[in-house]
């Protein structure tokens, strides 16, 4: 079973349109982060947050952790073409350091 | 700085043949990761090595052996390649126990 749960798995909208994307667990995080994947190339690293309730922005890219620290949020605002990759939360243990990846949810923004 | 690079970026094997893949960082960090990515299925931890020396086991790690040369490089040995072994493979590099940066990956076919 996956300990993080991302949904939707797939989203195809035009450009312009809003989108949320969700990542969620049973279990308490310390922290999350969220990775974007381009086609043909690694992750790269969006964002990390750390506190219950945190928010964070990124441009048109807003990110939430939930009061609990059992799940999380990406809001797109004004999708772009631009915006078109796998999108990735994972949590990260503080004394391994290794990464525990959600499936991913694959956005495509049409123009 | 390249980051982290990763040889080869394609190749296909037969059953049964062996290949080793490279990876080398030059931001001197002390945490190196080797995963594995499926449709549907994430980023997938197959081995880590969080200092020069030091090997560990991921999620997946039946098939593969690691080596960490030094501290830039960790290559991923797979000694009888099999198809269920057909992947994208990813090498990470990490300062500290959060953050890591991802090369831009191997695709290996095993027929």
């Known amino acids: 079973t996956q300990l993080l749960e991302q949904s939707p798995q797939f989203l195809s909208i035009q450009e312009g349109e809003n989108l949320t994307v969700y990542c969620n667990s049973s279990?308490?995080?310390?922290?999350l982060q969220w990775y974007r994947q381009e086609p043909g190339e690694g992750p790269v690293l969006l964002v990390t947050v750390v506190t219950g309730g945190e928010v964070k922005k990124l441009k048109r890219l807003t990110f939430q952790f939930g009061d609990a620290r059992k799940d999380s949020s990406l809001h797109i605002t004004a999708a772009q073409p631009g915006d078109t990759g796998l999108y990735l939360c994972?949590?990260?243990?503080?004394?391994?350091?290794?990464?525990?990846f959600g499936q991913g949810t694959t956005l495509q923004v049409k123009p | 700085n390249a980051g982290v690079t990763q040889t080869p970026k394609f190749q296909v094997l037969k059953t049964g043949q062996s290949m080793t893949l490279q990876c080398a960082q030059d931001?001197?960090?002390?945490?190196m990761y080797w995963y594995r990515q499926d449709p549907g299925m994430g980023l997938r931890l197959i081995y880590y090595s969080a200092s020069e020396g030091t090997t560990d086991k991921g999620e997946v790690p039946n098939g593969y052996n690691v080596s960490r040369l030094n501290k830039r490089e960790f290559s991923l040995r797979l000694e009888s390649a099999a198809p269920s072994q057909t992947s994208v493979y990813f090498c990470?590099?990490?300062?500290?126990?959060?953050?890591?940066?991802f090369g831009p990956g191997t695709r290996l076919t095993v027929l």
């Open positions: 931001m001197n960090h002390n945490s």
């Open positions: 990470a590099s990490s300062p500290r126990m959060d953050t890591q940066y």
């Open positions: 279990s308490v995080f310390s922290s």
């Open positions: 994972a949590w990260g243990s503080s004394n391994t350091g290794k990464l525990i």
